[in-house]
């Protein structure tokens, strides 16, 4: 069974350091990957794909197959980069669109 | 476009009680779905629908029922509420490709559920 996993509850950095939140994920086919990030009294809204290979708000993700994982990364944090992030796999191709999420990470970004 | 709309924002019940949260969206997203969300648990999907007429079970399915009469709405009903359905509810669509994967999901705001 598919499975997504974010190790850290809460990531606290502060303004100016790099950000790394990890993302692995178990899936026995071709995992498509996405991060999703909730702003306080916001809706949860795409932040980036792995597919396209994008660089969203200054945050980059790197597939690696190797080690199954999918790290959102972003070399100098802002305040309003304070948010819940989730890592998502889709395995619903042909069934729907259908994402496993894992439990989210808290990044909190001090001044 | 409004976008995925959820009603009511807020509720309270108490055990036993039945209500329908309501979603409804105007962007003619064949797929629709429903994911509550828990501390420490992340989201996890109730029930989806790729299409009218077509439902699906997800990953917690029980105590929930779904029905998609129409493109735009997708009603989760509780039956008969427990304490355990206590959670926040998002409803997400989007459109659906059988070749087009990475589709992305549109949310709601959420209903915030208390059982008593």
């Not at chain 1, 597939?63 to 944090?77: C, D, M, Y």
């Amino acid at each position: 069974a598919q499975r997504v996993t974010q190790p850290e509850k809460l990531l606290s950095v502060f303004k100016g350091a790099p950000v790394e939140l990890k993302c692995n994920y178990s899936y026995s086919g071709s995992p498509e990957l996405f991060w999703y990030v909730q702003y306080s009294r916001q809706r949860l809204q795409l932040l980036l794909r792995h597919i396209s290979r994008e660089s969203i708000k200054g945050f980059t993700a790197d597939l690696n197959k190797g080690e199954t994982s999918f790290h959102l990364k972003k070399p100098f944090a802002q305040e309003e980069d304070s948010a819940m992030y989730y890592c998502a796999l889709q395995t619903g191709r042909g069934g729907g669109n259908k994402l496993t999420f894992g439990t989210g990470t808290q990044l909190k970004v001090e001044l | 476009n409004a976008g995925v709309t959820q009603t009511p924002k807020f509720q309270v019940l108490k055990t036993g009680q039945s209500m329908t949260l309501q979603c409804a969206q105007d962007m003619n997203h064949e797929y629709m779905s429903w994911y509550r969300q828990d501390p420490g648990m992340g989201l996890r999907l109730i029930h989806y629908s790729v299409g009218a007429g077509i439902t699906d079970q997800g990953e917690v399915p029980n105590g929930y029922n779904v029905s998609r009469s129409t493109t735009e709405d997708f009603p989760l009903r509780l039956l008969s509420a427990a304490p355990s359905q206590t959670s926040v509810y998002f409803c997400a669509s989007s459109l659906q490709g059988r070749d087009s994967p990475n589709l992305p999901l549109h949310f709601g705001n959420g209903t915030r559920l208390t059982v008593t």
